[in-house]
Nanobody, 115 residues
Framework: QVQLVESGGGLVQPGGSLRLSCAASINIFEFNDMGWYRQAPGKERELVAT???????NYADSVKGRFTISRNGGKKTVYLQMNSRKPEYTAVYYC?????????WGQGTQVTVSS
């Protein structure tokens, strides 16, 4: 079965960068696309960013220029980097991958940005 495991979250202070990782159990280029989603307290889960097999990226308007989605040369990991940590980024961040109509979700990693 396909598995996704997120890591890199935690309790952090505002400012500075933060990078989340999504480790896949298979070659990520076997996915049609992958994405990061987040769910803030009291809100619905929302799309943050996606990257397809060709490397094309898309971002939610709220994070354009602030977050970066990328993949490593080892073909096993997708990243989400926050350029400058802000309290409003606090949420559970989930990794998502698709092969045709089959969707796989990671367990999520909690990001809390607070003083």
């Amino acid at each position: 079965q396909v598995q996704l495991v997120e890591s890199g979250g935690g309790l952090v202070q505002p400012g500075g960068s933060l990078r989340l990782s999504c480790a896949a159990s298979i070659n990520i280029f076997e996915f049609n696309d992958m994405g990061w989603y987040r769910q803030a307290p009291g809100k619905e889960r929302e799309l943050v960013a996606t990257i397809n097999v060709g490397g094309k990226t898309n971002y939610a308007d709220s994070v354009k220029g602030r977050f970066t989605i990328s993949r490593n040369g080892g073909k096993k990991t997708v990243y989400l980097q926050m350029n400058s940590r802000k309290p409003e980024y606090t949420a559970v961040y989930y990794c998502n991958a698709r092969i045709l109509s089959r969707i796989t979700w990671g367990q999520g990693t909690q990001v809390t940005v607070s003083s």
